[in-house]
């Protein structure tokens, strides 16, 4: 797991899809690969009411990535300084094991240039102190980008507020 | 931008930079600079007409809309001059569909069609006639060279020395296969002339009826010229009727391939002789605008040796060889001794054994090896029973009376000298001999015949006695007069004189309409892509060269009927079927490197790629390492190693041979297809010790994705 950790507020996220499209800006992408997805789940009936749910999918950023295994050319690689998992292109060979490797099918194929395009959290961006170029954009603020510690908290946070007993819902 | 690289393809770097950076932040240049970028690079990939310039052209004027950014009137302008500037190369790659350079790799013409001195389209026309199609291989050919059968017979086929093949088994049958074809197209009434142009009011004489004048005469009738084409002897040919014999080329075949050009409305003139039957200001008078001169070297040098003014049965091979074309079928004596081993001293001696000599024997003063004869032919020979001497220097014919009784002769050795790579015969005293001879046949060289061709002031003579000229356009130093062939080269081959008779035509036709002559000649141009002939990688390394049937030997050595009968039908199809398809291929061995040093599979053996250090190649390999990940095939710049799907399989293909094949596995969840078992036991095998083996659903990339969705977020 890289020490950075982009959580995304599932409740918050309304399914617009900005995050794909500043993504494929950001890396002049053509159309097919999509480094981050946002994935409909449902809709399905909670009782009488219809639910649907958008999940952001990018990369998980693994501590131990399979796709790095897998990469016979060493195109796959994992930075040392914040084990963030990205792909050197110049030395990738377009043999696409890294994308049958993932089981969370992260690593995408760009036609284009027959090499494999990936999530690299947008390192550029945050070498200079910038948020990636998706959650720099998402309309809901659902999205957001920082530390492991920060994440957990966030999450902890969320789980408190869902189960205290103000919550209607719960 | 710098000028090392070919322009083309610098301006694709260029342009692809300046739109990859981000350099071109107004969305229209940048608009502008991908649609030329388009275009520019189907000029690369030889996919263009010549509109796309035109079109280039417009787009570069859209740059310099008002209030246009700074960026995009610099590339604007940066594209401006270089496409003015070389305008020509642009509109080379998109003619001769060619990059000289090979910068453009995907437009390198194959090593066969670049070794043939027409620059006939090879591969194309090896995999029409793999196909079946005859009359399609002769349409390709022709346009480079109007006697395909002729040269099916006889060419030197320098191609075949060129062939890649070669590095794996035996060169492909280049030569024989375009007479099959030629043969195959003429009999079933499909060998047919392209549409000529209207006559465009222009006339043109042809001096020679030769393959060099046949060539020119073709060319310019189809571009629409008047020709007339001016002939000494009583037939046409020139040296392929009166030189060769008719059991390498029979008449026949001459006949019907030069009844083609007359067909096209070119006229020949027999039995005039220039300078004495026509004389250039009597044709200027009539019309004629421009000349091209094909005299050849019709003139036999002689030994210059004792004894050799004395008798009457001292023959030049080219006066034998011509009477005897001619229809004079009289042995010119019981022991003949041919002086020369190049080609036409093997036909002189084969001849003379046809019309009944009882010995003949070939004297040469350097060895084997160093002969000029095609070693082929050299074989023939020997099998009808022809006997060489090697190191052999004539010294004296010897006799009495009228009559010869012998060649005295003195042994030689090959002896190094300084300032010459050629190894020099030189007498070893006390060693000379008599070999027994009634007829000494001088065949050691011709030259050119000048006689008639003084009203030619203008053009220069080289010190071996052929025409000057320019190779680009095969124009004279005299306005409108040009010459190729044997005239200009000295005594060489049919192909060399219907490649410089083509490029005469164009070289006429420029003068014609004042067009400035080319500096360099043109690059071979590859007529089209026939799409490669699909086979397994078992078939591709067996199969075997045929074997040529010949005549039987009694019939060799008592008739001028045709040696070589020809392949059968199947054997044709299968041997042009053999072709590597160098002109979709061209061997950079990316492919290999990628596999071996990049995946670290090394599934691929195909030491042919490596031109300096061949090694072993051998297709069949391939399968039993390959994974079918398709690096290869994503690499190859030509699309000639590509990947497909067909029946459920995947498959590893290289122009048109199946390398692999593996089954396709789909999707549990939606279909979708998926990796092979091989690939996938890959990326086991790599990442087995970071993932625990569990039970997995073979499952898409799209799928993962939405089932992790699921799993990890159900709906609250």
């Known amino acids: ?170 | 931008m710098a000028e090392k690289i070919c322009v083309v393809r610098q301006t694709i770097i260029y342009l692809s930079d300046k739109i990859r950076s981000g350099y071109l932040s107004d969305p229209k240049g940048r608009r502008i600079s991908e649609q030329i970028l388009l275009l520019i690079e189907e000029i690369a990939e030889g996919a263009a007409s010549l509109d796309h310039l035109t079109g280039i052209d417009t787009l570069v004027e859209s740059y310099f809309y008002e209030g246009s950014p700074q960026p995009n009137l610099e590339v604007g302008k940066a594209l401006k001059e270089t496409i003015v500037e070389h305008r020509e190369i642009f509109q080379s790659h998109i003619e001769t569909r060619n990059c000289p350079s090979h910068d453009c790799g995907k437009l390198a013409p194959s090593p066969c069609q670049m070794a043939c001195p027409a620059g006939i389209d090879i591969p194309t026309y090896l995999t029409l006639i793999a196909k079946g199609k005859d009359a399609e291989a002769i349409e390709v050919i022709r346009r480079d060279n109007p006697l395909p059968w002729v040269c099916g017979l006889i060419c030197t086929r320098p191609c075949e020395f060129m062939c890649v093949r070669a590095r794996i088994d035996a060169p492909i049958s280049i030569k024989f296969l375009k007479a099959f074809a030629a043969e195959r197209a003429m009999s079933d009434r499909a060998y047919k002339n392209p549409p000529k142009k209207e006559f465009n009011g222009k006339k043109v004489c042809v001096v020679g009826a030769g393959p060099g004048g046949i060539s020119a005469a073709y060319y310019l009738a189809l571009m629409g010229y008047g020709v007339r084409v001016i002939e000494a002897l009583p037939v046409s040919g020139g040296m392929m009727m009166v030189g060769i014999p008719r059991y390498r080329l029979p008449r026949e075949v001459i006949d019907r391939e030069v009844a083609m050009v007359e067909e096209l409305g070119v006229e020949f003139c027999y039995n005039t002789r220039f300078g004495r039957d026509v004389t250039l200001e009597g044709l200027k008078e009539e019309g004629f605008e421009a000349f091209f001169l094909a005299i050849g070297a019709h003139k036999a040098w002689t030994l210059g040796i004792e004894g050799e003014q004395k008798f009457p049965k001292v023959l030049d091979a080219m006066t034998f060889l011509k009477d005897v074309a001619l229809g004079d079928h009289h042995a010119p004596g019981k022991n003949v001794v041919v002086v020369g081993c190049g080609n036409v001293a093997i036909d002189a001696a084969r001849t003379s054994l046809r019309l009944g000599a009882e010995s003949v024997t070939i004297a040469y003063r350097r060895s084997r090896n160093q002969a000029p004869a095609d070693p082929e032919e050299m074989e023939h020979a020997e099998e009808e029973g022809i006997k060489f001497v090697f190191l052999t220097i004539p010294q004296e014919i010897l006799g009495e009376g009228q009559t010869i009784t012998g060649l005295s002769c003195m042994k030689a050795e090959l002896v190094k000298v300084k300032n010459s790579d050629r190894l020099v015969p030189t007498p070893i005293d006390g060693q000379d001999f008599i070999v027994k001879a009634d007829v000494v046949i001088a065949a050691i060289g011709q030259y050119v015949d000048t006689s008639g061709m003084e009203a030619f002031e203008g053009v220069n003579w080289s010190r071996r006695g052929t025409i000057e000229v320019n190779h680009a356009s095969m124009e004279t130093a005299m306005p409108g007069v040009f010459a190729a062939g044997d005239a200009v080269s000295g005594p060489a081959t049919v192909i060399e004189a219907i490649g410089g008779g083509k490029r005469a035509a164009y070289g006429i036709d420029r003068y014609l309409n004042n067009i400035p002559q080319p500096r360099m000649p043109r690059i071979p141009v590859r007529q089209t892509i026939e799409s490669p002939v699909e086979m397994t990688a078992s078939r591709k390394m067996t199969l075997k060269p045929p074997v040529m049937p010949m005549l039987n030997m009694d019939r060799r050595r008592t008739t001028f009927q045709q040696v070589e009968l020809g392949y059968d039908e199947e054997s044709v199809r299968q041997e042009a079927s053999r072709c590597l398809r160098c002109d979709i291929c061209r061997r950079c061995g990316k492919c290999v490197e990628i596999c071996r040093d990049k995946m670290g599979i090394d599934a691929l053996q195909l030491g042919y790629m490596d031109f300096d250090v061949v090694t072993e190649t051998d297709f069949r390999t391939t399968a039993e390492n390959c994974i079918t990940c398709g690096a290869c095939a994503a690499n190859c710049e030509n699309k000639a190693i590509v990947i497909d799907e067909k029946d459920g399989q995947r498959r590893l293909v290289l122009c048109g041979t199946v390398l692999n094949s593996q089954t396709i596995q789909y999707c549990d969840e939606c279909n979708a297809v998926l990796p092979s078992a091989e690939y996938l036991q890959f990326i086991t095998n790599k990442t087995g010790h970071v993932t625990q083996v569990v039970d997995q659903r073979l499952l898409c990339n799209d799928c993962q994705r939405k089932i992790g969705a699921r799993v990890n977020h159900p709906i609250p």
């Open chain 1, 1 to 170: 797991m890289s020490k950075h950790y982009l959580s995304q507020d599932t409740k918050k996220c309304i399914g617009c899809h900005t995050c794909e499209i500043q993504c494929k800006l950001n890396k002049n992408l053509p159309v097919g690969p999509k480094l981050c997805q946002v994935i409909q789940v449902g809709p399905k009936l909670v009782g009488e009411i219809p639910k649907i749910s958008f999940i952001f999918m990018s990369c998980f950023h693994c501590e131990n990535p399979w796709c790095v295994s897998a990469c016979p050319t060493g195109a796959m690689q994992k930075r040392a300084k914040d084990g963030i998992v990205f792909i050197d292109k110049d030395l990738c060979v377009g043999c696409k094991t890294c994308v049958s490797a993932c089981p969370w099918g992260a690593p995408q194929w760009n036609p284009n240039i027959g090499k494999v395009e990936k999530c690299d959290y947008c390192m550029d961006r945050i070498d200079q102190g910038l948020e990636p170029a998706c959650v720099s954009t998402c309309t809901t603020n659902c999205l957001s980008f920082g530390t492991v510690e920060d994440a957990t908290l966030i999450r902890r946070e969320r789980h408190a507020a869902s189960v205290s007993s103000f919550d209607e819902n719960s």
